[in-house]
């Protein structure tokens, strides 16, 4: 292989595209941090810790594909054992912001499912136990396999920022949960 980006390697042509990407959000991210309340500057601190992490991991991976022609899973696992912990420090944060009532159980429920599944991910992907354990180990993080009570999740949360406060969507796995999360008042 080269050791330069070809106009038709489109793999690492979508590296190149995220890395600046992920570039141009921490600037606007560690920017704008500046610019909002103080209960959401940590928030967007951490948000840009993120995109800066990947931005310098893609750089990696991107190099890593144009010079080998394979998946860069050692640098994609480094990232993501960086990167994920600190996304699920964004969610329990912007929580917090928003004014809900959030344990610090909920905190280790979701740090602790991350690494579950990341290092089940990296031991399947990496030939270390079958991919298909690896997967269902990774899965089990956010699935039904045992209940929320064990830190185990079946939804997703969306978050809408409107001018009489935040707006909770849960987008369960069998659709759209009817019922919000109601705003503690602090």
């Known amino acids: 292989m080269s050791s330069y980006l070809a106009s038709t390697d489109y793999v690492g042509i979508s590296f190149w595209i995220v890395s600046v990407a992920m570039f141009a959000a921490t600037v606007f991210f560690l920017y704008e941090g500046m610019n909002v309340k103080s209960s959401w500057r940590v928030s967007l601190l951490v948000v840009g810790l993120v995109t800066l992490i990947a931005t310098v991991h893609y750089y990696y991976m991107r190099e890593h594909w144009v010079n080998t022609g394979e998946s860069p899973i050692v640098y994609r696992y480094i990232d993501w054992l960086l990167t994920v912990p600190l996304q699920m420090i964004e969610f329990y944060l912007i929580l917090v912001a928003a004014g809900l009532a959030v344990s610090t159980g909920v905190f280790w429920r979701l740090l602790i499912g991350t690494l579950v599944m990341l290092l089940g991910g990296y031991a399947g992907e990496n030939g270390w136990i079958s991919p298909t354990l690896g997967f269902v180990i990774g899965m089990g993080g956010s699935s039904k396999l045992r209940g929320v009570e064990y830190g185990e ?34």
Not at 155 to 177: A, Q, R, V
Request: aromatic share 14%; charged share 30%.
């Open 153 to 186: 999740f079946d939804h997703f949360m969306f978050i809408t920022m409107t001018e009489k406060g935040p707006y909770f969507s849960n987008l369960m796995l069998d659709g759209i949960e009817d019922k919000n999360i109601r705003k503690v008042n602090k």
